[in-house]
């Protein structure tokens, strides 16, 4: 059985920084992403990392700010989010999400992960 537990939330003033994360057990995770949504938008994607964290992909709406990074212990995935620079627009619920299927697939695609977070919310106050 595949458990997500997401740490890290919480609010920052705009130019701060947080850190959020997933800790992810229960399978091999071909790749692990985040993700965000705010109220009567789409949820959007924000990074995505490999397996082997060797492959990274972020939205432009993010890239050089966040930095998206795993480290495995034993049988868990735990795979961060660092947020510098932190916009107003960032306001968001964030949620981790996995992809347990071994095949290749869209990082930025929603359709990609079978799991998901329950999600955690980082507000930005300017």
């Known amino acids: 059985q595949v458990q997500l537990v997401e740490s890290g939330g919480g609010t920052a003033q705009a130019g701060g920084s947080l850190r959020l994360s997933c800790a992810a057990s229960g399978r091999t995770f071909s790749m692990n992403g985040w993700f965000r949504q705010t109220p009567g938008k789409e949820r959007e994607f924000a990074a995505a990392?490999?397996?082997?964290?060797?492959?990274?992909?972020?939205a432009d709406s993010v890239k050089g700010r966040f930095t998206i990074s795993r480290d495995n212990v034993k049988n868990t995935v735990t795979v961060y989010l660092q947020m510098n620079n932190l916009l107003p627009e960032d306001t968001a619920v964030y949620y981790c999400?996995?992809?347990?299927?071994?095949?290749?697939?869209?990082?930025?695609?929603?359709?990609?992960?079978?799991?998901w977070g329950q999600g955690t919310q980082v507000t930005v106050s300017s």
């Open positions: 999400a996995v992809r347990s299927i071994i095949t290749i697939a869209p990082m930025p695609s929603l359709g990609s992960y079978n799991h």
């Open positions: 990392i490999s397996r082997s964290g060797a492959i990274t992909h972020y």
